[in-house]
T-cell receptor, first 114, second 114 residues
Framework: NAGVMQNPRHLVRRRGQEARLRCSPM?????VYWYRQLPEEGLKFMVY????????ESGMPKERFSAEFPKEGPSILRIQQVVRGDSAAYFCASSPGTGNQPQHFGDGTRLSIL | QKEVEQNSGPLSVPEGAIASLNCTYS??????FFWYRQYSGKSPELIMS????GDKEDGRFTAQLNKASQYVSLLIRDSQPSDSATYLCAVNTDYGGSQGNLIFGKGTKLSVKP
């Protein structure tokens, strides 16, 4: 499968726990984007990364959320001390470049907070 | 605040008809425009991209862009029940720049009746 790979597909956490979401971009893509989709809401940009660099994190909440895209391995979106309001679908997208390059989405991680 | 507006629908059309989906955006500097299809519980799937004024056709789909009116549309000819989904309009305002995030509308729900 040469598409964007996300795991896990579903993640259940209790309030106060940590959630780690993983994303491997499409082959040949070096740009990774994370979006969040709340129920009945549109997709909201969170963060844009290239290898070892955060390019734009203007959509990330100031606290508890972090992202990385190491030299080796997948991109990780980390949510510390999760709260009920973090329940959402988290989508990763990748593109070969910026600007006018289309972004292709993974299947997403559905995060549920008990 | 950069915004992308879509009529939430639902838009209901009979099978075989033309479905017309509309989108307006607020930032005159927007350069790249995309239409995604999202089935319920699934991830967004890229349908069309358009970058210059006019029409762009791909199979049963035609995207139309009018930058002066800040308006982009998607026409689906010979609509099929399998086209029933939510259609997301997405805009990128930073052509060639370091920011690659897409701004999404909330989507228009399309229902094609057999």
């Amino acid at each position: 499968n040469a598409g964007v790979m996300q795991n896990p597909r579903h993640l259940v956490r209790r309030r106060g726990q940590e959630a780690r979401l993983r994303c491997s971009p499409m082959k040949g893509h070096s740009h990774v984007y994370w979006y969040r989709q709340l129920p009945e809401e549109g997709l909201k940009f969170m963060v844009y990364l290239q290898k070892e660099n955060i390019i734009d994190e203007s959509g990330m909440p100031k606290e508890r959320f972090s992202a990385e895209f190491p030299k080796e391995g997948p991109s990780i979106l980390r949510i510390q001390q999760v709260v009920r309001g973090d329940s959402a679908a988290y989508f990763c997208a990748s593109s070969p470049g910026t600007g006018n390059q289309p972004q292709h989405f993974g299947d997403g991680t559905r995060l549920s907070i008990l | 605040q950069k915004e992308v507006e879509q009529n939430s629908g639902p838009l209901s059309v009979p099978e075989g008809a033309i479905a017309s989906l509309n989108c307006t955006y607020s930032d005159r500097g927007s350069q790249s425009f995309f239409w995604y299809r999202q089935y319920s519980g699934k991830s967004p799937e890229l349908i069309m991209s358009i970058y210059s004024n006019g029409d762009k056709e791909d199979g049963r789909f035609t995207a139309q862009l009018n930058k002066a009116s800040q308006y982009v549309s998607l026409l689906i000819r010979d609509s099929q029940p399998s086209d029933s989904a939510t259609y997301l309009c997405a805009v990128n305002t930073d052509y060639g720049g370091s920011q690659g995030n897409l701004i999404f509308g909330k989507g228009t729900k399309l229902s094609v009746k057999p």
